[in-house]
């Protein structure tokens, strides 16, 4: 069974930084892409970042320039490190990965909360 575990969330101040990390368990399938995303109270869930298998990546615009993805594919895990935050970018941030089979398969994590005090 295919599991993905974010971690790292937590409080911080406005203008501090935070690391989560995701690490996906259970296949033995290749992934394609991986990513972050986030929903806030009242709020649609928005991609934040995302990374391909080449290692390019796209950022939402209200991110770009704070966040960075990363991920490690040998040890199945995406980063994304998180600078310069904002009390607008509180919100549940949910890891996502697309599994290629002989369909893609897509897969979420159950989520880690960042909190950022003004």
């Known amino acids: 069974q295919v599991q993905l575990v974010e971690s790292g969330g937590g409080l911080v101040q406005a203008g501090g930084s935070l690391r989560l990390s995701c690490v996906v368990s259970?296949?033995?399938?290749?992934?394609?892409?991986m990513g972050w995303y986030r929903q806030a109270p009242g709020k649609q869930r928005e991609l934040v970042a995302i990374?391909?298998?080449?290692?390019?990546?796209n950022y939402s615009d209200s991110v770009k320039g704070r966040f960075t993805i990363s991920r490690d594919n040998a040890k199945n895990m995406v980063y994304l490190q998180m600078n310069s935050l904002k009390p607008e970018d509180t919100a549940s941030y949910y890891c996502?990965?697309?599994?290629?089979?002989?369909?893609?398969?897509?897969?979420w994590g159950q989520g880690t909360q960042v909190t950022v005090s003004s």
């Open positions: 996502n990965a697309e599994l290629q089979g002989t369909s893609i398969y897509r897969y």
């Open positions: 259970g296949s033995t399938l290749s992934i394609n892409a």
């Open positions: 990374i391909f298998s080449g290692d390019s990546t």
